[in-house]
């Protein structure tokens, strides 16, 4: 197998990431993998719950970037890896992992997807996806609520003391860095594009393995 083709998506909390990245997986089911950035925030085991609720989850501190730069390495060289899940209901890893191995494709998707330069260098591709605040804090406060088993007064609370304010510090000065910009996150005309891309990739490779 070739070298896997990286595709980094940054933005916001709720911009619209996964809703592109899942929008490029349809197109190719077999051929790309989507790795969450969010699946790699540190252990909190050794901290009450109390202690971990106050974590500042925006922070390039709480995730463990070491490790994602690790793996993406070990699939460029076709090694699988076990990918840690976090539990967002205990704010901590759980005790198992997804074992992942490389396809043609593999894109990392979160919003500091970019802060680490180590990361920025091994995208073919960096997509930044943008929206308005107020549609960004609705879609977290849905996802939040629905999916990770907070109260609205918790989400409210959090984006305001640190969601907001670790966007302006960290996440949107990481837009000047990305190749495309895409607005909401299903954006046909850059779907088009990077699909065309990783078409060509996957040609490229069928030659290449005869």
Avoid: W
């Avoid at 539990?87 to 396809?103: L, M, Q």
């Avoid at 907001?164 to 910009?181: C, F, N, Q, R, S």
């Amino acid at each position: 197998m070739s070298t896997p083709m990286l595709i980094g998506i940054a933005g916001g909390t709720g911009s619209g990431k996964s809703t592109f990245a899942q929008g490029l997986k349809r197109l190719f089911p077999d051929e790309i993998t989507i790795i969450s950035y969010d699946n790699y925030y540190k252990p909190q085991d050794h901290l009450s719950m109390e202690e971990r609720v106050k974590t500042n989850y925006d922070c390039p501190d709480a995730l463990d970037t070491d490790l994602l730069v690790k793996h993406l390495r070990q699939m460029q060289d076709g090694e699988e890896v076990e990918i840690p899940n976090y539990d967002f209901c205990v704010h901590t890893r759980r005790g198992d992992f997804t074992i992942t191995k490389p396809t043609p494709v593999i894109i990392v998707d979160g919003i500091l997807t970019f802060h680490d330069e180590r990361l920025r260098e091994m995208f073919d591709i960096k997509i930044f996806a943008d929206a308005d605040a107020d549609e960004r804090i609705l879609r977290r406060l849905r996802r939040d609520v629905t999916e990770r088993g907070r109260d609205i007064d918790g989400v409210i609370k959090q984006y305001v003391d640190t969601v907001k304010i670790m966007h302006g510090i960290y996440v949107e000065p990481t837009k000047k860095y990305a190749d495309i910009l895409i607005n909401g996150g299903m954006n046909k005309t850059a779907l088009d594009v990077v699909a065309a891309r990783i078409a060509r990739k996957i040609k490229e490779d069928k030659k290449q393995n005869g």
